[in-house]
Structures are given as structure tokens and as C-alpha cells.
Nanobody, 115 residues
Framework: QVQLVESGGGLVQAGGSLRLSCAASKRIFSINAMGWYRQTPGKQRELVAAITTGGSTNYADSVRGRFNISRDNAKNTVYLQMNSLKPEDTGVYYC?????????WGQGTQVTVSS
């Protein structure tokens, strides 16, 4: 059974930092790309950051330079370090794992940034 377990969300003031974690089943972590998506009410889920098995990263323009995605292969975990948070970063953050056309989602974790 594939599982993605997220943690680390919460409430933070603008300018603050949070780190999200997503622990994945060992079976998929080593072969799948991993990423974080964000969803806000009335909007589609959007890619925030992604990392391949080889460590190549991709970021949304809105977070580049403030967020950092990394993966710990020994722990089967992907992290999203979020710095200089803004109120517009508020949303539910979902972890996603994928390879070709097979993908899995985590349950989501709420991030709220107050002004």
C-alpha cells in the first residue's frame, strides 16, 4: 500500500518559516519524482516545487528563492523549507509522488500565513 504522510503545516506570521515533511513508502520513493502542490479555495491545485530522483528541482515563480525542496533518500522523505512566507502562500499543501502516469497524493496539510 502506497502512503504519503505529510506533516509540518501550521499558522505563522508573514516573514516566518515552516518546514513541511512528506514520508513515502520505500517502494515508491526511490523511483518516483516528488513534489508539493498548493490549493486555495476556488483555485486549481498548483505546483509549488518538485524534485526528481536525481535531485533536479523545479519551482513555481512565486516561491523561487524563498522555498527549497529536498529529499532524504535514507528516510524516504521529501521536505519543503518555506522561508519569508507571505499571506498569499496560505493554502492546503499536498505531497505528490509520481512516475510516468502513475501518481499518489497525500492527505494535505494546512499552511496559514497571517499578515
Amino acid at each position: 500500500q502506497v502512503q504519503l504522510v505529510e506533516s509540518g503545516g501550521g499558522l505563522v506570521q508573514a516573514g516566518g518559516s515552516l518546514r513541511l515533511s512528506c514520508a513515502a513508502s520505500k517502494r515508491i520513493f526511490s523511483i518516483n519524482a516528488m513534489g508539493w502542490y498548493r490549493q486555495t479555495p476556488g483555485k486549481q491545485r498548483e505546483l509549488v516545487a518538485a524534485i526528481t530522483t536525481g535531485g533536479s528541482t523545479n519551482y513555481a515563480d512565486s516561491v523561487r528563492g524563498r522555498f527549497n525542496i529536498s529529499r532524504d533518500n535514507a528516510k524516504n522523505t521529501v521536505y519543503l523549507q518555506m522561508n519569508s512566507l507571505k499571506p498569499e502562500d496560505t493554502g492546503v499543501y499536498y505531497c505528490k509522488s509520481w512516475r510516468l502516469n502513475v501518481y499518489y497524493w497525500g492527505q494535505g496539510t494546512q499552511v496559514t500565513v497571517s499578515s
